[in-house]
């Protein structure tokens, strides 16, 4: 066939394909998707994820066996947490007894999805959290050695049991009281001989049994005014970390944000990104990088109407995740829940008007909100020093 003649006929060919695509449905000419959160994050050497709990197959839960949650985690996150499943109150019954069962099944999940796990938390240290068995524990007549053994017996078989599994733990969990700034004394510290031998001891034990990983300190501290004092706690512990020599790699930034009224969010941002800053400079300063660890925003202060307060969330953790993708010390941002219809703050803080929170990248039916659109936005946009 001459030259001319077979570019005649690819040609024709060519045009008849796209007159063909141009009558199939938009689905069927869609050959991609829009790219997932942890997908637009890997562009920045970050990582995007969520918390996700246990359950039986099918349940109505925030949970890898409810497919429709399941689909939110695959399509947006790259890093997982439990929400509550490798606490001591779910996996150690009683002193002498570990159960996994539920973690196990979560992780192995993950780890068929591609996807990486955080271990939260080794030790919670306060005591409303503990499990009844070590509220009332008799730590008999060499309560520091047995306070010893419990905390060190419980660090080692979590972190010999998964390896290299769990790349990241929150060894220590909310040590600093919110309201004064001190450390938390409970049974178990006072038996150990004191909070900050204790807590130094959690993370040289996680450092041995886990040299891998890294070790994170993990707070509720907040940017919002009232929240001084627990972030000059927190920056003393940080500073006796370093002071000390304690293997301490990183401080967790829970998150859990909250606009204290519904004033505009560059309003709100003006009075409180000052001071976080300074926190976050004294933080990186001290060499220790930064991972937020449990992100959503409580919107109880915000207004009834759906649309306006939803755009009111998105507006605010736009304001705060400016400040905090600044720091190059920051590489994972995980939700604390990836839907409304699960989320933790549903029962925690409920709205006075009755009307259900929206306070994740999903709202109840599962389609993304504002909140995902901007984390999305800013993940493409916002620049990274």
Same mark, same amino acid.
């Given at each position: ?85 490798? %606490?001591?109150? /779910?996996? @150690? ?6 159960? +996994?069962?539920?973690?196990? #099944? =979560? *992780?192995?999940? &993950? ?67 919110? %309201?004064?700034? /001190?450390? @938390? ?6 038996? +150990?001989?004191?909070?900050? #031998? =204790? *807590?130094?001891? &959690? ?87 930064? *991972? ?94």
């Amino acid at each position: 066939m001459p030259l001319d003649a077979v570019r005649l006929d690819r040609r024709r060919l060519l045009a008849g394909a796209a007159t063909a695509a141009a009558t199939l449905p938009l689905a069927a000419q869609a050959t991609s998707v829009p790219p997932g959160l942890n997908a637009l994050a890997r562009g920045r050497q970050m990582r995007i994820g969520s918390a996700l709990a246990w359950s039986r197959p099918g349940a109505d839960a925030g949970s890898f066996a409810n497919p429709a949650y399941a689909r939110l985690l695959e399509r947006d996150c790259g890093l997982l947490v439990p929400e509550n499943q490798l %606490k001591w109150q /779910a996996t @150690r019954p009683a002193p002498d007894r570990f159960d +996994f069962t539920q973690f196990d #099944a =979560m *992780l192995g999940w &993950a780890e068929a999805h591609r996807m990486a796990m955080r271990g939260h938390t080794l030790l919670w240290h306060k005591s409303e959290y503990f499990p009844r068995w070590l509220v009332g524990h008799d730590f008999g007549a060499t309560p520091a050695r047995e306070a010893e053994r419990l905390l060190t017996t419980h660090i080692d078989t979590v972190c010999t049991r998964y390896g290299t599994r769990i790349g990241s733990y929150d060894v220590v969990n909310e040590t600093v009281d919110e %309201k004064t700034g /001190a450390l @938390r004394e409970t049974n178990l510290s006072r038996a +150990f001989g004191g909070t900050e #031998a =204790m *807590l130094d001891h &959690a993370f040289h034990t996680a450092r041995a049994a886990a040299p891998k990983a890294q070790l994170v300190y993990n707070d509720y501290m907040s940017w919002e005014p009232g929240n001084e004092a627990h972030r000059a706690g927190v920056l003393r512990l940080l500073e006796g970390f370093r002071k000390r020599g304690v293997p301490v790699d990183a401080l967790g930034v829970q998150s859990h944000i909250e606009p204290v009224s519904d004033a505009p969010a560059g309003v709100l941002a003006a009075r409180q990104e000052k001071p976080w800053r300074a926190f976050l400079d004294a933080v990186t300063g001290m060499g220790y990088q930064l *991972l937020i660890t449990e992100f959503d925003v409580a919107d109880q202060h915000l207004p009834s109407d759906l649309a306006v307060r939803q755009r009111q969330v998105a507006d605010y953790a736009g304001v705060y995740l400016d400040v905090m993708f600044a720091y190059p010390q920051l590489r994972d941002v995980l939700f604390w829940g990836m839907c409304d219809k699960y989320s933790w703050l549903n029962g925690f803080k409920p709205r006075k008007d009755g009307n259900k929170p929206s306070v994740t990248a999903y709202d109840g039916d599962f389609r993304p909100t504002p909140l995902r659109d901007m984390v999305a936005n800013k993940l493409r946009t916002v620049p990274r020093s």
